[in-house]
């Protein structure tokens, strides 16, 4: 059996975690996360997102956040972004990296950035023409991607499809997002075997909530297919505020704990990360929801 050398984590608890928790925390505490987990050895931290605050409040004021970082230290600190409007703030704020999200289901689409699969494609051209011509890199999502919470099952082909118009468009990788953590590992081995015939498998990150506690589970079946980009949250923070019921993603701590126990190399300090885990989960007055952090204390 074979495993990539080397995984690439992106950590998404400062915008998937605290997108969904009840406390919003301040622009200096947000900062102080970010910089926290740098110090951890993350180079991939996923700061914030450039939408409505009326929408996600507690995305609020990414343009400060990003203020409050060196981004000229060599760490990739990736924005989402849903429109035009969006993609202008990021450039103003000085993002170098944005992400787009569209997603595999109609109704999820509609409930979470108010427009059809279709229409948000043609948003995101303008934002990829945008980003282009400020070299700009840029990630997309694909959400609900082994399942909705109002449209039950999704055919893999719908996934197919929306990936393929993202990559198109020009982005350098392919989160898929298990949205609400129905997934189960040999699922997720087909849909992989399904994506990879049509986009190359280095381009695909797997993004897997846990809310049935199938994630470790199904990022095994991932690394298997050949997948090295993984998105994970500090002390498993968060969930998507478009899907209910949907709880925290997979914990950066419990990835980064398997992954070491496997012999793959991550450049992550898991005792500073579960430090860092701990000590947003005192602000936020929320439980730790990664075992390896429990374990660790
Ligand atoms: P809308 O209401 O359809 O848009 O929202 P609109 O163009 O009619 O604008 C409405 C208001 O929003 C206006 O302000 C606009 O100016 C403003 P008002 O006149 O009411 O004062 N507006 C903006 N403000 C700030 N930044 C912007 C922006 N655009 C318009 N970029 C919109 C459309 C997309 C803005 C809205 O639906 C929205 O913000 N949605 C938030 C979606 C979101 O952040 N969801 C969570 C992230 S996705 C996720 O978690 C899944 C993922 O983790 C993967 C997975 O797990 O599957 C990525
Ligand atoms: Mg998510």
């Known amino acids: 059996m074979s495993f990539p050398a080397q995984v690439k984590i992106v950590e998404v608890g400062p915008r998937d975690g605290l997108q969904n928790e009840a406390k919003t925390i301040s622009v200096k505490r947000r900062i102080s996360l970010i910089r926290s987990l740098a110090a951890s050895g993350l180079n991939n931290i996923e700061a914030g997102s450039f939408i409505s605050p009326k929408w996600v409040p507690q995305m609020a004021s990414t343009a400060e956040v990003l203020a ?26 000085g993002a170098r990296e944005v992400a787009v999200f569209a997603a595999a289901s109609e109704t999820f689409s509609q409930k979470n950035i108010n427009c059809s ?3 948000s494609l ?28 109002y449209e039950g099952e999704i055919d893999a082909q719908k996934v197919v499809t929306v990936a393929k118009q993202l990559n198109k468009l020009g982005c350098y990788e392919i989160s898929l997002g298990d949205t609400i953590g129905t997934g189960t ?10 994506i990879s015939r049509e986009i190359s498998i280095e381009k695909i990150a797997v993004h897997f909530h ?56 991550t450049g992550v300090d898991l005792n500073k990360l579960a430090l860092t885990g701990r000590n947003i989960c005192d602000q936020l007055g929320t439980p730790v929801r990664s075992k390896v952090n429990l374990a660790l204390q």
């Open 185 to 194: 590992p040999l699922k997720t081995k087909a849909l992989l075997a399904t």
């Open 122 to 149: 043609d948003r995101f051209a303008e934002v990829f023409d945008l980003a282009t011509a400020n070299n700009i890199r840029v990630r997309a999502y694909v959400s609900c991607v082994l399942g909705c919470p």
């Open 117 to 119: 699969i279709s229409e």
């Open 210 to 265: 846990d809310t049935y506690g199938q994630a470790l589970a199904n990022i095994f079946a991932a690394l298997q297919q050949g997948v090295s980009v993984i998105d994970s949250s500090v002390a498993g923070l968060g969930g998507c505020p478009y899907a209910t019921g949907a709880s925290g993603n997979v914990a950066s701590e419990d990835v980064i704990y398997m992954l070491h126990g496997m012999g793959i190399h």
């Open 68 to 93: 409050g970082l060196d981004l000229d230290a060599g760490i990739h600190y990736p924005v989402l972004v849903p429109n035009l409007r969006g993609m202008q703030e990021a450039l103003a704020a």
